[in-house]
């Protein structure tokens, strides 16, 4: 896996202070996405032992709530065989950070048992986030307004409440105190 920035201090992609890695290789080319060049699988530099342990010591300090996943696309199957052993060892190590991921797929027809970008590692990618944001973006229902996301097609999912219901639940505008 490559990956094209990692980011120590993000306050645009998830709640709070966040360490952000955007990770290469994207299949979905949506039109005017914000960094195509991560599309190619192989933009950027090799993500590799060091590259986690930096992640790791970037979450550590007491600043920052948790770490985001962005792209590209991190459910590209190929990234999500390397990203769920980045995500169980903040788990284990950061069990107090909290854990976004965007995709540009569908959890509930793409990610989910059956779906297209669904591989042996995406359900337990999936427990391993708390908020998943979903869908492809959208031109046509771009709308800046949004907290963290850039069309209204777009969701801002509770990964913990939508496994145990078996739904798919949004966030309450106020649940990570956004709004």
């Known amino acids: 896996m490559y990956y094209g920035n990692i980011k120590k201090n993000d ?10 890695l955007f ?8 039109k005017n996405c914000f960094q195509p060049e991560t599309w190619n699988f192989d ?7 060091e590259t986690e342990d930096e ?9 920052i709530s948790g770490l985001t996943l962005l792209g590209g696309e991190p ?22 950070k909290n854990i976004w991921s965007f995709t540009g797929f569908v959890l509930d027809q793409d990610l989910l048992d059956g779906g297209r970008k669904h591989c042996e590692v995406t359900d337990e ?27 209204r097609n777009q969701r801002v ?5 939508s496994l145990k219901e078996q739904e798919v639940v949004e ?4 649940k990570f105190g956004w709004g």
């Open 75 to 96: 459910f590209e199957p190929e990234n999500q065989r390397e990203l769920v052993k980045l995500l169980r060892r903040v788990r284990k190590e950061l069990p107090e």
């Open 23 to 30: 990770v290469s290789g994207c299949t979905n080319h949506c």
């Open 125 to 151: 990618m999936l427990s391993l986030l708390d908020v998943l944001v979903d869908g492809p973006f959208k031109e046509e229902e771009k709308d800046i307004t949004l907290a963290f996301r850039g069309s």
């Open 157 to 161: 999912i509770d990964m913990k409440k």
């Open 171 to 174: 966030l309450g505008r106020n």
């Open 55 to 63: 992640i790791i010591e970037a979450l550590k300090l007491s600043h």
């Open 43 to 49: 933009y950027g530099k090799p993500y590799t032992k």
């Open 11 to 20: 306050i645009a992609n998830g709640k709070g202070v966040r360490v952000t």
